[in-house]
T-cell receptor, first 116, second 114 residues
């Protein structure tokens, strides 16, 4: 079975440029999560979607970050304009929400983002 | 709020040594507890889980027991292999309220030498 697929795997760009990260969740999963991982702060939840609707975006750092989920099989995380402090590994994860709880989350391999 | 504290690494062991990585938690509800493993260049993979007190999660020779009285979920393996070298994350998910959120520890880097 295909897991969570993220693209690109690596992105290097200059400060001020727009960055778009992409995620394809596992087919049939109805919850999607975007995380950011840095040495200083560890893993941080940025935003959570359920049935394509953003439920909790309290972890989004600031207005430069935005996320969309136009359908059940695709999500994007956009940074505009990008800054060097946005450099991190960004993970997408998906899970199945059943009843009142989420099943364990499945993670993609991440996008390593470097802003110069 | 919820929090997870796990032992700081790095942890370096020889092959076939016994492994313990300590994890304690603070939660307002009745959390489910997880251990995730991250191999170099990859995303996190669920290693094992426990959903209620006294449950034991196990997988690939790893074990952890949900201890409500000590709010702990320590990871153990009797004989580690070089292939176990990775970063290990303890996490909890509150089963009430915001039950989608995973709260992670900071991770423990394990290196196993031949």
């Amino acid at each position: 079975d295909a897991g969570v697929i993220q693209s690109p795997r690596h992105e290097v760009t200059e400060m001020g440029q727009e960055v778009t990260l992409r995620c394809k969740p596992i087919s049939g999963h109805n919850s999607l999560f975007w995380y950011r991982q840095t040495m200083m702060r560890g893993l941080e939840l940025l935003i959570y979607f359920n049935n394509n609707v953003p439920i909790d975006d309290s972890g989004m750092p600031e207005d430069r970050f935005s996320a969309k989920m136009p359908n059940a099989s695709f999500s994007t995380l956009k940074i505009q304009p990008s800054e060097p402090r946005d450099s991190a590994v960004y993970f997408c994860a998906s899970s199945l929400f059943v009843g009142t709880s989420n099943q364990p989350q499945h993670f993609g391999d991440g996008t390593r983002l470097s802003i110069l | 709020g919820n929090s997870v504290t796990q032992m700081e690494g790095p942890v370096t062991l020889s092959e076939e040594a016994f492994l313990t990585i300590n994890c304690t938690y603070t939660a307002t509800g009745y959390p489910s507890l997880f251990w995730y493993v991250q191999y170099p260049g990859e995303g996190l993979q669920l290693l094992l889980k426990a959903t209620k007190a006294d449950d034991k999660g196990s997988n690939k020779g790893f074990e952890a027991t949900y201890r409500k009285e000590t709010t702990s979920f320590h990871l153990e393996k009797g004989s580690v292999q070089v292939s176990d070298s990775a970063v290990y994350f303890c996490a909890l998910s509150d089963t009430r309220g915001s039950n989608y959120k995973l709260t992670f520890g900071k991770g423990t880097l394990l290196t196993v030498n031949p």
